[in-house]
């Protein structure tokens, strides 16, 4: 049988690709993160076994762990989902355990996801391009690395031109703003951060990037950092809210 990295979208169940849906309604296990919407799990069969590796503040799943589970799984034989939030190759560690299994002989196979990256942005009104504003955006993680800062030279990027989307930066969002600035971005440009995005509890932030730090942000968050920031092309069948920075 197979392993399948399956991509569960940026929240919303609906955004759940066909073929995922299908997969997780077949599957005699799923191995799932903390989902943003749990009502997926409805999808599968009676008897499939569930088993939540998600990563909790201060509880964390080792990701080898999880490659090890995923291996002893699919050695038995069984259909197995391994279930993650937006795509699994976009920070999702879906590689590392693409080459577990690689390594131990495991047939496997991915389902993409619409990551967060390009869905919050879009669900609140914001497209991470547009003709004669962006012609390209680049997704990076705000993440911190143990023992130090974000590996990102963002002062090199303040100068790539186009949108940046930080996944997973409200903790370093003074920090990155400041890098950003540091490098020659200019204070006014365009902030929005989307929390839940896709999801009825949607909210979004409107702010300036010399205003990032001090400005009420809750993870999670996508934030998006340029001029399409300040698009406010807003679905008119909504889920969200503005909220003004200060």
């Known amino acids: 049988m197979t ?100 390594s131990a002989g495991i047939p496997f196979d991915v389902v993409p996801g619409v990551t967060s990256a390009i869905g919050a942005p879009a669900a609140a009104g914001i497209p991470v391009t547009h003709r004669n504003v962006s012609t390209s955006f680049t997704v990076v993680t705000g993440h911190r690395e143990k023992g130090g800062s974000t590996n990102i030279n963002w002062e090199a990027l303040a100068n790539v031109g186009g949108t940046i989307v930080v996944l997973m930066g409200v903790a370093e969002r003074g920090a990155i703003a400041a890098r950003l600035m540091a490098g020659g971005m200019a204070p006014d440009t365009p902030v929005a951060a989307v929390r839940w995005g896709t999801r009825p509890e949607q909210h979004t932030v409107r702010t300036r990037l010399d205003q990032l730090a001090t400005t009420d942000v809750e993870a999670p968050s996508t934030i998006v950092i340029g001029a399409v920031a300040s698009f406010d092309f807003e679905p008119t069948v909504g889920r969200s809210k503005v909220l003004e920075g200060n």
């Not at 919303?12 to 749990?38: F, M, N």
């Open 3 to 102: 392993v399948y990295l399956v991509g569960a979208g940026p929240g919303d169940a609906d955004l759940l690709t066909v073929k995922a849906a299908r997969l997780v309604a077949s599957a005699d296990v799923i191995v799932h993160d903390r989902l943003a919407d749990p009502t997926i799990l409805t999808l599968a069969r009676a008897d499939a076994e569930f088993i939540d590796v998600g990563k909790r503040p201060g509880n964390p799943t080792p990701q080898g762990n999880i490659n090890a589970l995923l291996v002893h799984l699919g050695s038995q034989g069984l259909e197995v989902v391994r279930l993650k939030g937006g795509d699994p190759y976009v920070f999702g560690r879906g590689g590392e355990e693409a080459d577990a299994l690689i």
